[in-house]
């Protein structure tokens, strides 16, 4: 996909932000002093500390005198979620599906209307890496990446927290989507058109555009396990 220009304060905050989202950043963790970090990362100050600023409007960290920046702790509505919904579950293929029809296309027009700048980074991102030629392993973790930044791109802690037990409970129905390379290659172009709705800021083109790419997923499964 073509690269648009990015500003660096844009590419700190998706990076840090994909890092929180992924889990690879936990919560209560404290990121190095700010002059450590900008020299760590070969970029000015105050590049960083904008970024910082993104990231604490969202939420995402907390910066606080003499204590520095710290990953910020999940809030008590969402912790609750997860201990309600976590396990694992067997799913069916029609009841993933209707799950995900459910969920998903509200997550992908909120996305349209709500998303900033570094959130379509991290999706660009993500799209330029499943374009590769992938094992089924590697596209299963990088769809579940792209719909989970999809979901902190809504700004909503709660669609993200749901859009991750999705992701748990349809994990064993979606294995066999990424299983051929057929199936990869419809999964990246079902992200490309949700994305490009994103992109144009049309939250029902989004919508239409993840309701496609889920019905196309559940072709491709339903010809496999036939």
């Given amino acids: 996909m073509p690269q648009r220009a990015r500003s660096v304060s844009v590419q700190l905050a998706a990076h840090f932000e994909r890092l929180i989202a992924t889990g690879v950043l936990r919560p ?15 970029v000015s100050r105050g590049s960083l500390r904008e970024a910082m600023h993104e990231l604490e409007a969202k939420n995402l960290v907390e910066r606080r005198t003499g204590r520095g920046t710290i990953v910020a702790e999940q809030t008590e509505s969402v912790s609750q979620l997860y201990s309600e919904l976590d396990g694992d579950t067997d799913a069916s293929l029609d009841d993933a599906t209707e799950l995900r029809l459910i969920v998903e296309p509200k997550i992908a027009s909120a996305a349209a209307l709500r998303s900033a700048p570094s959130n379509l980074v991290q999706l660009e991102d993500v799209l330029t890496r499943s374009a590769l030629r992938l094992d ?60 490009q709705a994103v992109l144009a800021r049309d939250p029902d083109a989004a919508a239409a555009a993840m309701n496609e790419h889920l019905s196309v997923v559940r072709d491709v499964i339903a010809r496999r396990t036939s």
Avoid: K
């Fill in 28 to 42: 209560g963790e404290r990121l190095p002093p700010e002059r450590e970090l900008a020299a760590s990362l070969s």
């Fill in 136 to 195: 089924a392993e590697t596209s299963l973790q990088l769809d579940v990446e792209f719909h989970l930044l999809l979901a902190h791109a809504a700004q909503n802690p709660l669609l993200v927290a749901l859009c991750t037990m999705t992701s748990r409970w349809t994990e064993t129905v979606r294995r066999h989507s990424h299983a051929t390379p057929e199936g990869r290659l419809r999964s990246l172009e079902g992200h490309q058109a949700i994305y």
